[in-house]
Protein backbone atom coordinates (compact mmCIF):
# COMPACT_ATOMS: atom_id res chain seq x y z
CA UNK A 1 0.00 0.00 0.00
CA UNK A 2 1.42 3.42 -0.94
CA UNK A 3 2.27 5.63 2.34
CA UNK A 4 1.18 8.73 2.47
CA UNK A 5 3.10 11.74 1.51
CA UNK A 6 4.13 12.68 5.39
CA UNK A 7 4.85 8.87 5.98
CA UNK A 8 7.19 8.53 3.14
CA UNK A 9 8.77 11.99 4.17
CA UNK A 10 9.26 10.74 7.48
CA UNK A 11 10.80 7.42 6.39
CA UNK A 12 13.39 9.07 3.51
CA UNK A 13 14.33 11.40 6.86
CA UNK A 14 15.33 8.21 9.18
CA UNK A 15 17.03 6.30 5.89
CA UNK A 16 19.01 9.75 5.70
CA UNK A 17 20.00 9.80 9.23
CA UNK A 18 21.14 5.91 9.04
CA UNK A 19 23.21 6.57 6.36
CA UNK A 20 24.87 9.28 7.96
CA UNK A 21 25.59 7.40 11.51
CA UNK A 22 26.51 4.42 9.52
CA UNK A 23 29.31 6.31 7.61
CA UNK A 24 27.50 5.23 4.57
CA UNK A 25 27.28 9.06 3.72
CA UNK A 26 29.57 11.89 3.91
CA UNK A 27 28.80 15.74 4.37
CA UNK A 28 25.92 16.21 1.46
CA UNK A 29 26.77 12.88 -0.05
CA UNK A 30 24.15 10.31 -1.29
CA UNK A 31 20.14 10.67 -2.20
CA UNK A 32 16.70 8.87 -1.69
CA UNK A 33 13.41 9.08 -3.82
CA UNK A 34 10.28 6.93 -3.00
CA UNK A 35 7.27 7.26 -5.64
CA UNK A 36 4.17 9.02 -3.92
CA UNK A 37 2.47 7.94 -6.99
CA UNK A 38 2.42 6.73 -10.60
CA UNK A 39 4.00 10.05 -11.76
CA UNK A 40 5.39 11.97 -8.55
CA UNK A 41 8.45 11.35 -7.00
CA UNK A 42 9.92 12.72 -3.46
CA UNK A 43 13.60 13.02 -3.13
CA UNK A 44 16.21 14.79 -1.21
CA UNK A 45 17.31 18.24 -2.13
CA UNK A 46 21.10 18.92 -3.65
CA UNK A 47 23.65 20.24 -1.26
CA UNK A 48 22.42 19.63 2.21
CA UNK A 49 24.23 17.18 4.82
CA UNK A 50 22.03 14.05 4.75
CA UNK A 51 22.04 13.67 9.09
CA UNK A 52 20.34 16.45 9.18
CA UNK A 53 18.22 16.84 6.65
CA UNK A 54 14.39 17.81 7.84
CA UNK A 55 11.41 16.53 6.36
CA UNK A 56 10.07 19.59 4.97
CA UNK A 57 13.36 19.99 2.78
CA UNK A 58 12.25 17.40 0.70
CA UNK A 59 11.40 17.99 -3.02
CA UNK A 60 8.64 16.26 -4.99
CA UNK A 61 9.14 16.03 -9.16
CA UNK A 62 7.20 14.48 -11.16
CA UNK A 63 8.35 11.84 -13.86
CA UNK A 64 10.44 14.15 -16.07
CA UNK A 65 12.38 15.23 -13.21
CA UNK A 66 10.37 18.64 -12.82
CA UNK A 67 10.31 19.89 -9.19
CA UNK A 68 6.21 20.52 -8.35
CA UNK A 69 6.67 22.02 -4.75
CA UNK A 70 9.31 21.67 -1.99
CA UNK A 71 7.32 23.68 0.75
CA UNK A 72 5.96 21.25 3.15
CA UNK A 73 4.39 21.60 7.04
CA UNK A 74 5.78 18.49 8.77
CA UNK A 75 3.68 19.61 11.31
CA UNK A 76 0.55 20.42 9.29
CA UNK A 77 1.41 18.13 6.32
CA UNK A 78 -0.09 20.77 4.17
CA UNK A 79 1.92 21.45 0.87
CA UNK A 80 3.66 24.55 -0.52
CA UNK A 81 2.73 26.18 -3.72
CA UNK A 82 1.79 24.33 -6.57
CA UNK A 83 3.94 26.78 -8.53
CA UNK A 84 7.72 26.60 -10.47
CA UNK A 85 10.10 27.05 -7.35
CA UNK A 86 11.69 29.88 -6.44
CA UNK A 87 15.48 30.89 -5.63
CA UNK A 88 14.90 30.48 -2.15
CA UNK A 89 13.80 26.74 -2.81
CA UNK A 90 15.84 23.23 -2.74
CA UNK A 91 16.69 21.91 -6.22
CA UNK A 92 16.57 18.05 -6.62
CA UNK A 93 19.40 15.71 -6.12
CA UNK A 94 21.80 15.98 -8.97
CA UNK A 95 21.42 12.57 -9.19
CA UNK A 96 17.85 12.69 -9.98
CA UNK A 97 18.46 11.03 -13.84
CA UNK A 98 19.24 7.61 -12.48
CA UNK A 99 16.38 7.63 -9.69
CA UNK A 100 14.10 8.36 -12.45
CA UNK A 101 15.48 5.46 -15.27
CA UNK A 102 15.16 3.29 -11.93
CA UNK A 103 11.45 3.72 -11.93
CA UNK A 104 11.18 3.86 -15.68
CA UNK A 105 12.69 0.30 -16.00
CA UNK A 106 11.51 -1.21 -12.83
CA UNK A 107 7.27 -0.88 -12.20
CA UNK A 108 8.09 -3.01 -8.95
CA UNK A 109 10.19 -0.79 -7.39
CA UNK A 110 8.85 1.97 -4.60
CA UNK A 111 12.40 3.73 -3.75
CA UNK A 112 16.06 4.27 -4.49
CA UNK A 113 18.57 4.84 -2.19
CA UNK A 114 22.06 6.13 -3.54
CA UNK A 115 25.15 5.82 -1.00
CA UNK A 116 29.11 5.97 -0.67
CA UNK A 117 29.33 2.99 1.23
CA UNK A 118 33.36 3.08 2.09
CA UNK A 119 34.63 -0.84 1.41
CA UNK A 120 31.88 -1.67 -1.14
CA UNK A 121 33.31 1.68 -3.20
CA UNK A 122 37.33 0.51 -2.98
CA UNK A 123 36.24 -2.79 -4.36
CA UNK A 124 35.52 -0.59 -7.55
CA UNK A 125 38.65 2.06 -7.24
CA UNK A 126 40.60 -1.23 -6.86
CA UNK A 127 39.17 -2.52 -9.90
CA UNK A 128 37.92 -5.84 -8.22
CA UNK A 129 34.11 -7.21 -8.32
CA UNK A 130 32.14 -8.12 -5.23
CA UNK A 131 31.95 -11.68 -4.78
CA UNK A 132 28.27 -12.56 -5.05
CA UNK A 133 29.18 -16.38 -4.35
CA UNK A 134 30.20 -16.73 0.02
CA UNK A 135 27.77 -15.71 1.73
CA UNK A 136 24.12 -17.25 1.79
CA UNK A 137 21.89 -14.72 3.02
CA UNK A 138 23.42 -12.61 0.12
CA UNK A 139 22.67 -14.85 -2.44
CA UNK A 140 19.35 -15.72 -1.19
CA UNK A 141 18.41 -12.31 -0.98
CA UNK A 142 20.49 -9.98 -3.90
CA UNK A 143 21.69 -12.75 -6.02
CA UNK A 144 24.85 -10.89 -7.86
CA UNK A 145 26.27 -7.64 -7.19
CA UNK A 146 27.25 -6.00 -10.16
CA UNK A 147 29.36 -3.15 -10.99
CA UNK A 148 28.25 -0.61 -13.48
CA UNK A 149 31.24 1.14 -15.37
CA UNK A 150 32.12 4.60 -14.37
CA UNK A 151 30.69 7.44 -15.29
CA UNK A 152 30.65 11.14 -14.36
CA UNK A 153 28.21 11.55 -11.79
CA UNK A 154 25.36 14.17 -12.22
CA UNK A 155 25.54 13.53 -15.80
CA UNK A 156 23.47 11.07 -18.47
CA UNK A 157 25.87 8.79 -18.51
CA UNK A 158 25.04 7.50 -14.80
CA UNK A 159 21.65 6.46 -16.09
CA UNK A 160 22.81 4.84 -19.31
CA UNK A 161 25.45 2.93 -17.04
CA UNK A 162 23.38 0.94 -14.66
CA UNK A 163 20.19 1.19 -17.39
CA UNK A 164 20.60 -2.44 -18.47
CA UNK A 165 21.77 -3.94 -14.93
CA UNK A 166 19.09 -2.64 -12.96
CA UNK A 167 16.62 -4.53 -14.91
CA UNK A 168 17.76 -7.35 -13.27
CA UNK A 169 19.41 -7.19 -10.15
CA UNK A 170 18.41 -4.82 -6.47
CA UNK A 171 21.60 -3.79 -5.77
CA UNK A 172 24.53 -2.71 -7.57
CA UNK A 173 28.15 -0.67 -7.45
CA UNK A 174 29.04 2.45 -9.46
CA UNK A 175 32.51 2.49 -10.18
CA UNK A 176 34.59 5.05 -8.24
CA UNK A 177 31.22 6.34 -7.16
CA UNK A 178 28.90 4.42 -4.58
CA UNK A 179 25.76 2.04 -4.18
CA UNK A 180 22.36 1.82 -5.55
CA UNK A 181 19.63 -0.12 -3.48
CA UNK A 182 15.78 -0.34 -4.39
CA UNK A 183 13.20 -1.86 -2.76
CA UNK A 184 9.44 -1.79 -2.39
CA UNK A 185 10.05 1.15 0.34
CA UNK A 186 13.05 3.39 1.48
CA UNK A 187 13.77 1.43 4.51
CA UNK A 188 13.98 -2.18 2.59
CA UNK A 189 16.10 -0.56 -0.18
CA UNK A 190 18.31 0.47 2.74
CA UNK A 191 18.74 -2.38 4.58
CA UNK A 192 19.98 -3.65 0.91
CA UNK A 193 22.50 -1.29 0.81
CA UNK A 194 23.56 -2.36 4.97
CA UNK A 195 24.12 -6.13 3.27
CA UNK A 196 26.14 -4.93 0.04
CA UNK A 197 28.52 -3.25 2.56
CA UNK A 198 28.49 -6.14 5.22
CA UNK A 199 29.41 -8.59 1.96
CA UNK A 200 32.25 -6.05 1.19
CA UNK A 201 33.75 -6.14 4.40
CA UNK A 202 33.17 -9.62 5.24
CA UNK A 203 35.33 -10.01 1.76
CA UNK A 204 37.85 -7.80 2.76
CA UNK A 205 38.50 -9.11 5.97
CA UNK A 206 38.63 -13.14 4.53
CA UNK A 207 40.85 -11.62 2.00
CA UNK A 208 43.43 -10.16 4.55
CA UNK A 209 42.97 -13.74 6.75
CA UNK A 210 43.72 -15.41 3.54
CA UNK A 211 41.04 -15.94 0.71
CA UNK A 212 37.85 -15.73 0.12
CA UNK A 213 36.48 -19.53 -0.65
CA UNK A 214 33.34 -19.18 -2.50
CA UNK A 215 30.31 -21.87 -1.56
CA UNK A 216 30.03 -24.87 -3.77
CA UNK A 217 28.62 -24.42 -7.10
CA UNK A 218 25.55 -26.56 -6.17
CA UNK A 219 25.27 -24.87 -3.30
CA UNK A 220 24.87 -21.19 -4.68
CA UNK A 221 22.43 -22.70 -7.32
CA UNK A 222 20.54 -23.85 -4.21
CA UNK A 223 20.34 -20.78 -2.83
CA UNK A 224 19.57 -18.91 -6.08
CA UNK A 225 16.74 -21.28 -6.54
CA UNK A 226 15.05 -20.42 -3.41
CA UNK A 227 15.85 -16.48 -4.04
CA UNK A 228 13.98 -17.06 -7.20
CA UNK A 229 11.43 -18.72 -5.07
CA UNK A 230 11.50 -21.95 -7.04
CA UNK A 231 11.29 -25.26 -5.03
CA UNK A 232 14.65 -26.89 -4.39
CA UNK A 233 14.37 -29.95 -5.02
CA UNK A 234 17.25 -32.44 -2.77
CA UNK A 235 19.70 -34.54 -5.17
CA UNK A 236 19.31 -38.39 -4.29
CA UNK A 237 21.96 -39.82 -2.88
CA UNK A 238 24.83 -40.62 -5.58
CA UNK A 239 23.28 -38.59 -8.21
CA UNK A 240 25.60 -35.92 -9.84
CA UNK A 241 26.56 -32.89 -8.68
CA UNK A 242 24.55 -31.45 -11.90
CA UNK A 243 21.33 -32.77 -10.77
CA UNK A 244 18.87 -29.65 -10.19
CA UNK A 245 21.90 -27.12 -10.59
CA UNK A 246 21.90 -23.60 -12.39
CA UNK A 247 25.85 -23.69 -13.01
CA UNK A 248 25.20 -23.06 -16.43
CA UNK A 249 21.97 -21.07 -16.24
CA UNK A 250 23.82 -18.25 -14.04
CA UNK A 251 27.06 -18.63 -14.37
CA UNK A 252 27.95 -15.46 -12.82
CA UNK A 253 27.63 -16.19 -9.51
CA UNK A 254 29.30 -19.47 -10.25
CA UNK A 255 31.98 -19.03 -12.69
CA UNK A 256 33.68 -15.17 -12.45
CA UNK A 257 37.18 -15.17 -12.07
CA UNK A 258 38.66 -14.98 -8.78
CA UNK A 259 40.59 -11.94 -7.93
CA UNK A 260 42.61 -13.56 -5.26
Request: proline share 9%.
Amino acid sequence: MMKTEREARDEVIDVCQRMHSKGYVAATDGNVSVRLGEDRILTTPSGLPKGSLRAEQLIVVDMSGNPVYSRFSALTGVRGAQAPLGSEDQRPSTELRMHLCVYRERPDVSAVVHAHPPISVAFTVAGLPLPGDFLPEVIVTLGEIPTAPYATPGTEAVPASIRNLIRTCDALLLAHHGSLTVGKDALEAYLKLEKVEHAATVALASHLLGTVRPLPPEEVSRLSLRRLGLPVVPRAEGASPCAGCLECQEPSLTSRPRPW
